[in-house]
């Protein structure tokens, strides 16, 4: 019987299954091709339900282990849980996932009887990972002694999950100074209608009201600590490209960092713009830690977190992989290749003049995503 999903999982389904078909996965250059160097796959480990599953591919076969792991990383082999399965199975069933991925312009799917037979014989009944790590899936690369590396997807055959989720504790403040609103005023500018530009308009407001909106903090402590890692100044860096997000309507990181190139908002020497490519060096250094596993409410100490690197369905159906061994290609790839997107505004709480011990400010919301294309 057919099952319904969503194209989000079975991106990272198809990945996983494309991966143990070709044995072998390019490595991206920054503009997310092929650069024409290969990793290839000795072992990968994914969780289910029930406990992990290891699949080892070789010329002809894969051979799938079931077994448990401990906090430490010991993974104990269920008894008589060896199998083998043809890897004819997934060489067929990579190309049907992709035609299910690239069926009709809806999110939601359907998956035909066929594939959910050869899931089945592949011990597969979680789409999705249920990691605590936010990793998708565990690969060990070239060769058996090699350390295994923690996995994550994106595909741009279906929407995608943020590099950055946004929620209220990714929101930085602006203190409302110039002139002091009466309450009947705030209100007013409050109720502006719901809008795609609704933040703009607001703000633009506030500033022929005589307002001046200027950045005071992050909203949430620990998010502050973790930006502030990257550069005691990067808060108010990030602060300034999501006003000008909103203003200019320019969501592209790389192009909102060229207009701080030219705006220069920390007020520091052209020199060390133009020869240290200072605003530049930041951003690259927060997309990395993002992509690597900073989030706004855990402490973020600069270390290797669990992701090791990313793998990127293309639209054609192919892969390319992004790690951490090469740093700066990977950073070089999401600096051309991130946005800002624009989170829920009611439930992320930002976009209005809210009073706080006297004084009024405005938050926005820092969330980033991949680009589309």
């Not at 070789?58 to 199998?83: A, C, M, V, Y």
């Not at 929620?167 to 719901?194: C, D, H, M, W």
């Not at 703000?203 to 973790?226: H, P, S, T, W």
Request: aromatic share 8%; glycine share 6%.
């Amino acid at each position: 019987m057919s099952f319904e999903t969503t194209k989000r999982e079975l991106g990272e389904l198809y990945a996983f299954i494309k991966l143990l078909a070709d044995g072998e996965v390019s490595m991206g250059n920054p503009e997310g091709m092929p650069n024409g160097w290969k990793r290839h796959v000795c072992c990968i480990e994914r969780m289910e339900h029930d406990g992990y599953r290891r699949y080892h591919p070789s010329e002809d076969e894969i051979l799938l282990i079931s077994g448990t792991k401990e906090r430490n990383g010991t993974f104990t082999e269920q008894p008589d849980s060896r199998r083998t399965v043809s890897r004819s199975l997934l060489r067929a069933l990579a190309p049907a996932l992709l035609q299910v991925l690239r069926s009709g312009d809806s999110q939601e799917v359907e998956v035909p009887d066929e594939v959910e037979q050869a899931l089945d014989t592949l011990q597969i009944f979680d789409l999705e990972a249920h990691t605590d790590d936010r990793t998708d899936f565990t690969v060990t690369w070239d060769a058996p002694h090699i350390r295994p590396v923690g996995m994550v997807v994106r595909s741009r055959l279906g929407s995608m999950n943020p590099l950055l989720d946004g929620g209220r504790t990714a929101n930085l403040k602006l203190e409302q100074s110039g002139i002091k609103f009466a309450t009947p005023t705030v209100n007013k500018i409050n109720a502006l209608p719901e809008s795609p530009d609704e933040v703009c308009q607001r703000m633009l407001m506030i500033e022929r009201l005589g307002g001046v909106l200027k950045y005071a903090d992050v909203a949430d402590r620990v998010f502050r600590a973790n930006l502030s890692l990257i550069d005691l100044h990067f808060p108010r860096l990030l602060t300034e490209m999501l006003r000008l997000m909103h203003l200019e309507g320019i969501t592209r990181i790389s192009q909102l960092t060229e207009r701080m190139e030219a705006l220069n908002p920390l007020k520091i020497k052209e020199e060390f713009i133009e020869k240290h490519s200072y605003y530049r060096h930041k951003v690259k250094q927060f997309l990395l830690a993002l992509a690597l596993g900073m989030r706004p409410a855990k402490i973020y100490n600069g270390r290797s977190q669990a992701i090791g690197g990313l793998l990127l369905v293309q639209t054609d159906g192919s892969l390319v992989m992004y790690d951490r061994s090469d740093p700066d290609t990977f950073a070089d790839f999401l600096y051309q290749n991130s946005r800002f997107l624009k989170g829920d505004i009611e439930k992320d709480k930002y976009g209005f003049l809210e009073r706080e011990n006297g004084k009024y400010y405005f938050k926005l919301n820092a969330k980033v995503g991949l680009l589309k294309r």
